[in-house]
């Protein structure tokens, strides 16, 4: 088992990323059908596919400059609350790794946490509120927790998509305290977030990915 990855061969995450809403948009809208405008999927989908394009169209592209045009994308081309929400998550994942060849579980630490520390600046949510955080901040807890106990780099990945995956269902189980959702407040419970589901179904990407590259 291999202990990092180059930035290069990180490009694969990107593609993965992207795979993966593009084939869960209708999941996603179904989703946000529950509390929010049911558009979720769509949305996702089509900055998505925006970043596919303008990604397709060049030579070769690193990890770091992946998550830069996906960033840009999603700011540019979704507006609405997710486009700066999510653009600002992968604009953090780009600038904590851009100047590394090598990928490391530190540096994967770093990423996570300038990407968290990106979507802190644009949103007051918080754990318990029914948001992506509810799925974000426990797994990058419990990837932090797993680095700092000397866990190889990939169960630091399944230990954090495990934590994210639990936060992704406690989600269910709340009132929706922020976005559309707040407007039906306890009707929202027994559903999951769309937000959050988006965002499990992006770590769930980068956690598979990079295992999979780690195992070669």
Same mark, same amino acid.
């Given at each position: ?42 949305? /996702? ?5 925006? =970043?596919? @394009?303008? !990604?397709? &169209? %060049? ?5 770091? $400059? ?41 540096? /994967? ?5 300038? =990407?968290? @520390?990106? !979507?802190? &600046? %644009? ?5 318990? $509120? ?62 999951? $977030? ?23």
């Amino acid at each position: 088992m291999r202990t990092d990855f180059s930035n290069q061969e990180g490009s694969k995450i990107v593609d993965a990323i992207i795979a993966a809403i593009q084939t869960n948009k209708e999941y996603l809208s179904e989703v946000d059908r529950h509390g929010g405008d049911g558009d979720h999927g769509i949305n /996702m989908n089509k900055g998505f596919t925006f =970043a596919r @394009q303008e !990604l397709d &169209d %060049l030579p070769r592209y690193t990890m770091s $400059d992946g998550l830069k045009v996906i960033s840009q994308v999603l700011v540019n081309k979704i507006g609405g609350s997710m486009g700066p929400l999510y653009g600002s998550f992968f604009r953090g994942l780009s600038v904590a790794s851009r100047k590394e060849e090598t990928i490391t579980r530190e540096v /994967m630490l770093a990423m996570l946490k300038k =990407a968290y @520390q990106n !979507l802190s &600046d %644009l949103t007051d949510a918080k754990v318990g $509120d029914k948001s992506l955080i509810d799925v974000l901040v426990p797994a990058i807890e419990t990837y932090e927790k797993a680095v700092d106990g000397g866990e190889a780099f990939n169960e630091c990945l399944t230990q954090s998509l495990a934590a994210a995956k639990t936060g992704l269902e406690a989600t269910k189980m709340i009132p929706a305290k922020i976005g559309r959702a707040s407007r039906i407040g306890d009707r929202s419970i027994g559903y999951q $977030d769309a937000g959050a589901t988006s965002c499990y179904l992006i770590i769930e990407a980068i956690v598979n990915t990079i295992n999979e590259l780690l195992g070669e």
